[in-house]
Nanobody
């Protein structure tokens, strides 16, 4: 059984920063990719950032230059540093892990439906 747990969400003022963490544990083996998605209120889930082992990070256009994804491979943990937050970043943020080897598209980006386990999500609210 695999457990994925996100943390670090909360309420922040516009222009502020937050750092999300996602830790995976259990019978995983080798994690090939980890990624962050978000679901804004009333909208479908969307890609935020992904990072494949040995690859370059990929970001949604809306977060480029503001968000940074990084991994601690030894800890099976991925982070999302979010700076210059604005109200449009308000969403539930989900972390996905891919460890069964399938589902990569253009530029080596792990496809959303290829992630094998997801966390429960962490709420990020940007408001004054």
């Amino acid at each position: 059984q695999v457990h994925v747990v996100e943390s670090g969400g909360g309420l922040v003022q516009p222009g502020g920063s937050l750092r999300l963490s996602c830790a995976a544990s259990g019978s995983i083996g080798t994690i090939n990719a980890m990624g962050w998605y978000r679901e804004p209120p009333g909208k479908p889930r969307e890609l935020v950032a992904t990072l494949r082992s040995g690859g370059n990070p990929n970001y949604a256009d809306s977060v480029k230059g503001r968000f940074t994804i990084s991994r601690d491979i030894a800890k099976n943990t991925v982070y999302l540093q979010m700076n210059s937050l604005n109200p449009e970043d308000t969403a539930v943020y989900y972390c996905g892990t891919e460890y069964r080897g399938g589902g990569y598209g253009a530029y080596g980006i792990c496809l959303e439906n290829a992630y094998d386990s997801w966390g429960q999500g962490t709420q990020v609210t940007v408001s004054s």
